[in-house]
């Protein structure tokens, strides 16, 4: 069965902090995975997507590292901001025949930025 | 562009009750979904449409129905609402299937059954 695991489950770091979220997975035939950030009371932003190939990919303060081999995932948050303050969640997507339903989603990093 | 809007964004039913949830998209996106999101467990698929008219189960669909009339709407029904059918619903789009398309999302629909 695929699986997505993420850790920490919740973090709390201070404003100006970096900060590496973890996500390990057993998806297969492996296609792409993403990072999504979910801000309290609102649906999933897409951050990153990287393919097989791809080992990092940035997005503002935002840089995900991928390695297929380990099939481990990171997502690195530089220079902190109170507005980082939410879930994020790692999504990784298989070869699927009908193309709608190769998604396996993660439970979520809860991050917490205080001032 | 709005993107993916969803109503209602909040809705209170009592058990054995009948509602639907309405999903809107404006980005000419062929395929459209239904998630559920419950504490301490991933978005699940329930629903999904690769088109206008069609339809297909994901995950979870047991007591959903789900309508495709138009290219721009998905329509996810509660016959008869239960107690664990409590969550909150996602709508999401993409232009073609999410194994090289990124998913957008709406805001989010909180149901609570009693």
């Known amino acids: 069965k695929n699986q997505v695991e993420q850790s920490p489950q919740s973090l709390i770091i201070l404003e100006g902090k970096n900060c590496t979220l973890q996500?390990?997975?057993?998806?297969?035939?492996?296609?792409?995975l993403r990072w999504y950030k979910q801000d309290t009371g609102r649906g999933p932003v897409s951050l990153t997507i990287m393919t097989f190939s791809e080992n990092t990919k940035s997005n503002g303060r935002y840089t995900a590292t991928l390695d297929a081999d380990t099939k481990q995932s990171s997502l690195h948050i530089t220079a902190s901001q109170l507005s980082d303050s939410a879930s994020y969640i790692c999504?990784?997507?298989?070869?699927?025949?009908?193309?709608?339903?190769?998604?396996?989603f993660g439970k979520g990093t809860h991050l917490i930025i205080q001032p | 562009n709005a993107g993916v809007t969803q109503t209602p964004k909040f809705r209170v039913l009592k058990t054995g009750q009948s509602m639907t949830l309405l999903c809107a998209q404006d980005?000419?996106?062929?395929?459209m979904y239904w998630y559920r999101q419950d504490p301490g467990m991933g978005l699940r698929l329930i629903h999904y449409s690769v088109g206008e008219g069609t339809t297909a189960k994901g995950e979870v669909p047991d007591g959903y129905n789900v309508s495709r009339l138009k290219k721009q709407n998905f329509l996810l029904g509660l016959e008869s609402a239960a107690p664990s059918q409590t969550s909150v619903y996602f709508c999401?789009?993409?232009?073609?299937?999410?194994?090289?398309?990124?998913?957008?999302f709406g805001p989010g629909t909180r149901l609570t059954v009693l």
């Open positions: 999504v990784v997507s298989a070869y699927s025949g009908g193309g709608a339903d190769g998604l396996t």
């Open positions: 999401a789009s993409s232009y073609l299937g999410v194994t090289y398309n990124e998913q957008f």
């Open positions: 996500c390990n997975y057993t998806v297969s035939p492996f296609s792409n």
């Open positions: 980005m000419n996106h062929e395929y």
